[in-house]
């Protein structure tokens, strides 16, 4: 009879731990502990590297970058969103969040951006979108539509400075070929005195001047020159 004795005590025993790990837990005094005072919310965002912010404006905003991988901690009632990127038209909204509730936004980012393609000659040209450099062409960029300014240079070539429009969801291409400064120089005219046009005019005119007038100290009087052309007759 002892064992069973001994199965069933153990049987209570284990009934009444059982019991007490279910009973929820209770403060001094016996008052059971709060239940949450939260809420959350889960920021879905296909585009990363997008700024986002809840409660734009107040003490107590929040501010991050996409993807968000946890969800975010915020009390009760209703919130702002506002989400930001370059090339893109921003996103808002308000959402409304519950207590020991998640909610879930999805922002759908709209792009408002085209596509910008560099090429160049020769190799090694350094290619620059609006004062920031961008790499050694060829080089390709999604940037926001409008007017930009692209600079290309390298050391030995004259720089080129472009300005091109970029379209929604167009590529536009530039392609530059940079000119080496010598060859600027000799389309402009810089080389030696000697191979200029007006050099040799103003030589040729120097010489004429010199020639013309020793010509005319030079040469002979005739004699018809110093007899009149007309005779006196007596009557």
């Known amino acids: 009879m002892r064992p069973v004795v001994i199965s069933v005590l153990m049987a209570l025993v284990m009934a009444v731990a059982s019991t007490g790990a279910a009973a929820p837990k209770k403060k001094k005094?016996?008052?059971?502990?709060?239940?949450p005072t939260t809420g959350s919310v889960v920021i879905t965002c296909p585009v990363e590297g997008a700024t986002w912010m809840v409660d734009e404006g107040t003490d107590y905003a929040l501010k991050g970058v996409t993807p968000v991988n946890e969800p975010i901690p915020l009390p009760p009632g209703p919130h702002t969103i506002r989400v930001s990127k370059e090339g893109y038209?921003?996103?808002?909204?308000?959402?409304?969040?519950?207590?020991?509730?998640?909610t879930e936004v999805e922002v759908d980012l709209v792009l408002y951006s085209g596509r910008l393609q560099v090429t160049a000659s020769p190799e090694g040209v350094d290619v620059e979108v609006d004062g920031k450099p961008l790499g050694r062409a060829p080089q390709s960029a999604e940037l926001a539509i409008g007017e930009h300014v692209v600079r290309l240079s390298k050391a030995g070539y004259v720089e080129e400075v472009r300005k091109v429009t970029v379209k929604t969801g167009l590529t536009t291409e530039l392609n530059v070929k940079l000119i080496p400064v010598a060859e600027a120089q000799r389309r402009a005219g810089g080389g030696p005195i000697y191979k200029k046009w007006w050099f040799w005019s103003v030589i040729g005119a120097a010489v004429a001047g010199v020639v013309v007038p020793s010509v005319l100290l030079t040469r002979p009087k005739s004699e018809s020159c110093c007899k009149p052309e007309w005779t006196v007759t007596s009557p």
Not at 29 to 35: I, K, L, M, V, Y
Not at 90 to 100: C, E, L, M, R, T
């Open 89 to 102: 038209l921003p996103f808002s909204d308000v959402f409304d969040v519950a207590v020991g509730q998640t």
């Open 29 to 35: 005094g016996g008052a059971a502990e709060p239940g």
